[in-house]
C-alpha cells in the first residue's frame, strides 16, 4: 500500500531570510524593504517585524542539525541581499560570511544547500525599487558576488522567489512591501524582475557552466466558475497575469498576446527594450513551482462592488468562488488535484519541450496548532496536506511529468509577511523561547524523506 517516490527524487524543506534569521541590524546588514515596510503602522498584523524571527542568524548550526535530523536531503534557503552588500555595493565581509559559515553546516550534516538569490528584501537603498530597470542591473552584481563566495560548494541556484509576489502583490495591491497601488509600477517592476533574472542566468552559466540554475513562480491556477463566456474570460484574465505572464516569456520569448491586449494602455511605452526577451529566456535547468492552492472565479454583473485591492489588474471584475473543500487558516481551498494538473499543464506546455526539471519549491499550509502539555503539537491536518500533495506529485509523474523534487514550507514557523507570526506554516514548531520542538508532521515528513515512501 502507499505511494513510493523514484530513486534519487529530493525531499527537504524551505525557508527565507527575512522570515527566520531575525539579526536585522547586526554585522553591517542594512535596512531592507520589508524591515522599512514593517515600520509602516498597519501594514502587519499586530504591528510585528523579523528583527528576531527565529533568530536563525544565531542558531544556524543548530538549523541545520535539526534538518539532518529530520532527514532532509536538500535545504532551500534564500540570502539578504542588503546583508552582504553595502548600500555602495561593496561585500559586507561578515554578513557574507554568514551564508558561507551557513553553507559549510549543511554540507557537514549532509544537506545539499539550495541557494535562492531574492526572497523579497531588496535594499531599501535602492532607488525606485523594481520600477527602476537599474536595480535589474544591479542584481546581477549582487548574484555575481554571491556566486564568488559560495559558488564553490553551493550547486543548486533559484533567482528569483514568486516575481508575482515582489511585482503586483508589491506594487499594485500594497499588501507586500513597498506597499505601493499602482498598476503600470507593477507592471514595470514585473519586467524589471525577469529581465534580473534573465541577465543573471547568462552571468551565472557563463562563470559556473556546471551549476543547476532556476527560477521559482507561485502558481494559483484560475478555473471558471461555469462555462459562461464571461466566467471563462475573467479565469482567463487571472491566469493571464498570475502565471503566464512569467511562464511565457520565460519559456516562448513572448508575453502573451491576449495578457498584452487586456493590459492595453497600463502597459508602460519603452518598457521593453531590444534583447530583453533573449536574455529573459535564457535556458533554465529547475523550474521551481510553488503550489498552495487553486481558485475558482466568476464575473461579477455590472453594478457589484469588488475587491479594489486585488491583485489581479487585468480582471477587476473577479469574484472568488469558494467551493466545497476544506480550508486552511490563511482560507485557503485545500485541493491536492490542483497540483496534479497544473504540473501536468506545465509539463505538456513549458518544460518538458524545454527540457527543463521541474520542483515543487514549495507546499505546505498553516494551521490552527495547538501545543500538548510538553510542547508537541500533533498536526494531523498538516500531515494529511502533505500527504495528499505528495499522492498528486506522485501522478503528476506516472503522468510523465519530469518532477525531481520536493520541498515543504516551512522547516518551521516563522514570520509570514503581513500576517505577521499570527499564521504557522512549520513542520517544525517554534516556541516562546525559541525552542525548535518537531511537530507530528515533521516527524512524518522525515519518514517519507528517509524512505522514499509514502502511506
Ligand atoms: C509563499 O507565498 C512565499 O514564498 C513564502 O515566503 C510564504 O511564507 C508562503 O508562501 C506562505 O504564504 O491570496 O487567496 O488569492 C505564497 C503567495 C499564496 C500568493 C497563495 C497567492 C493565492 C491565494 N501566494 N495566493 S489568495
Partial sequence: ???????????????????????????????????????????????????????????????????????????????????????????????????????????????????????????????????????????????????????????????????????????????????????????????????????????????????????????????????????????????????????????TGAYPADVLSDLGELWPSGLVQDDDLAAISAPIDVLGVNYYTTNMFRAASPDEATDCATPHIAAPDAVQVLRDLPLTEMGWEVDPGGLRDLLTWLHTTYTGPAGTALVITENGAAFDDHADADGFVSDVDRVDYLRAHLGAVHEAIDAGGDVRGYLAWSLMDNFEWSYGYSKRFGVVRVDEQLRRIPKASALWYGEVARTGHVD
Wanted: charged share 20%.
Fill in 1 to 251: 500500500m502507499g505511494i513510493d517516490f523514484p530513486e534519487g527524487f529530493l525531499f527537504g524543506s524551505a525557508t527565507s531570510a527575512y522570515q527566520i534569521e531575525g539579526a536585522a541590524a547586526e554585522d553591517g546588514k542594512e535596512d531592507s524593504i520589508w524591515d522599512v515596510f514593517c515600520r509602516v503602522p498597519g501594514a502587519i498584523v499586530n504591528g510585528e517585524d523579523g528583527t528576531l524571527a527565529c533568530d536563525h542568524y544565531h542558531r544556524y548550526a543548530e538549523d541545520a542539525k535539526l534538518l539532518a535530523d529530520l532527514g532532509m536531503s536538500t535545504y532551500r534557503f534564500s540570502v539578504s541581499w542588503p546583508r552582504v552588500l553595502d548600500s555602495d555595493g561593496a561585500v559586507i565581509a561578515k554578513g557574507m560570511d554568514f551564508y558561507s559559515r551557513l553553507v559549510d553546516e549543511l554540507l557537514a550534516n549532509d544537506v545539499a544547500p539550495w541557494l535562492t538569490l531574492y526572497h523579497w528584501d531588496l535594499p531599501a537603498a535602492l532607488p525606485g525599487g523594481w520600477k527602476n530597470r537599474d536595480t535589474a542591473k544591479r542584481f546581477v552584481d549582487y548574484a555575481v558576488a554571491v556566486q564568488e563566495h559560495l559558488g564553490d560548494r553551493v550547486r543548486t541556484w533559484t533567482t528569483l522567489n514568486e516575481p508575482w509576489c515582489s511585482s503586483f502583490l508589491s506594487y499594485a495591491a500594497g499588501v507586500h512591501a513597498p506597499g505601493e497601488t499602482d498598476p503600470a509600477s507593477s507592471i514595470a517592476a514585473a519586467h524589471h524582475l525577469l529581465l534580473a533574472h534573465g541577465w543573471t542566468v547568462q552571468a551565472l552559466r557563463q562563470a559556473d557552466p556546471t551549476a543547476s540554475l532556476g527560477i521559482t513562480l507561485n502558481f494559483t491556477p484560475a478555473i471558471p466558475a461555469t462555462r459562461s463566456d464571461a466566467d471563462s474570460d475573467v479565469a482567463r484574465r487571472v491566469d493571464g497575469t498570475a502565471n503566464r505572464f512569467f511562464t511565457d516569456p520565460i519559456f
